[in-house]
């Protein structure tokens, strides 16, 4: 919802990092898909929620032509499309490794029923 606001209000209301816009797009959208694909088991969910955001980030470029004193970039949009994209990803091999090690860990102190 964040940056649904954050995309979408005039540019002077807009809090400015400092950053480069590209920068700001690529770590706000990297943070969303490391954290809220993370709660996705699934890959077909890790991948659905991918395309929404992606979808998403065009969107809102192309509806900010409408909001006074932002103007879209398609720059931005890649920028936010290659943060989530690295987001989900990261948070998948997360998983993954959470998983194997967990696995792991419970072969390691499995005790057998004849002992």
Known sequence: MAIVILSLVPGGARP????PGEVEHFVAYLGTGLFISARYRSLLGRLSF???IVALSF??????????GREPDLLDAWASSSGVTLGVFCAALA?????????V?????AVDPAE
């Open 95 to 103: 998983i993954g490794a959470i998983h194997r090690r967990g696995s």
């Open 59 to 68: 969107s809102l470029e192309f509806l900010q032509q409408f909001v006074p």
């Open 105 to 109: 860990f419970s072969a390691e102190v």
């Open 50 to 52: 991918w395309a929404a």
């Open 16 to 19: 400015q990092t400092g950053a």
